[in-house]
T-cell receptor, first 113, second 108 residues
Framework: EAQVTQNPRYLITVTGKKLTVTCSQN?????MSWYRQDPGLGLRQIYY???????DKGDVPEGYKVSRKEKRNFPLILESPSPNQTSLYFC????????????FGNGTRLTVT | GQSLEQPSEVTAVEGAIVQINCTYQ??????LSWYQQHDGGAPTFLSY????GLEETGRFSSFLSRSDSYGYLLLQELQMKDSASYFC?????????FGKGTRLHILP
């Protein structure tokens, strides 16, 4: 089944404890992206990648890192999480970059205390 | 820069037709997309318009007017399962930017 898989679905952590949210897609998509969703703010892009070893900042990259060492994987790293990073996170991927539909993972609900 | 404006909430009656509008400001335009998101779920793609006019997919249609920087999503024969949030999205350079979403409430 074609899908984007994120793990974990839920994560509660403390301020400053490094964490990684994994994202993997099995559709051979070139484009991958991370979004955070907060009430009233919609989906805001954190980072995106057009292909392996190519990553760029979205609109809200502060406090996050990503890597794209393999085409299928695009992990999101929070080196020192803070409470303002409590949010719902979505990974997404698509063919041909921008003009193809984005396929979203099921989301990761992160709480930083 | 880039911004998208859509109503925060819309209410309609089951079986009726509803239109969700989206206006955008952009320095470059590559098309308008629409996504649906049910509570607790992930966004799913509904439609994409690159050119002016109406695109129809079953009960859902999407319209674009590039001269007016405006588009809308039209949902016909509303069903209770259509209760969800709807997002318009555009491309800015290599980024995909979403509106803040329209919550659709459907009354029986």
């Amino acid at each position: 089944e074609a899908q984007v898989t994120q793990n974990p679905r839920y994560l509660i952590t403390v301020t400053g404890k490094k964490l990684t949210v994994t994202c993997s897609q099995n559709m051979n998509h070139e484009y991958m992206s991370w979004y955070r969703q907060d009430p009233g703010l919609g989906l805001r892009q954190i980072y995106y990648s057009m292909n392996v070893e190519v990553t760029d900042k979205g609109d809200v990259p502060e406090g996050y890192k990503v890597s794209r060492k393999e085409k299928r994987n695009f992990p999101l790293i929070l080196e020192s999480p803070s409470p303002n990073q409590t949010s719902l996170y979505f990974c997404a991927s698509s063919f041909m970059g921008i003009n193809s539909p984005l396929h979203f993972g099921n989301g990761t609900r992160l709480t930083v205390t | 820069g880039q911004s998208l404006e859509q109503p925060s909430e819309v209410t309609a009656v089951e079986g009726a037709i509803v239109q969700i509008n989206c206006t955008y400001q952009t320095s470059g335009f590559y098309g308008l997309s629409w996504y649906q998101q049910h509570d607790g779920g992930a966004p799913t793609f509904l439609s994409y318009n690159a050119l002016d006019g109406l695109e129809e997919t079953g009960r859902f249609s999407s319209f674009l007017s590039r001269s007016d920087s405006y588009g809308y999503l039209l949902l016909q024969e509303l069903q209770m399962k259509d209760s969800a949030s709807y997002f318009c999205a555009v491309r800015r350079d290599d980024k995909i930017i979403f509106g803040k979403g329209t919550r659709l409430h459907i009354l029986p």
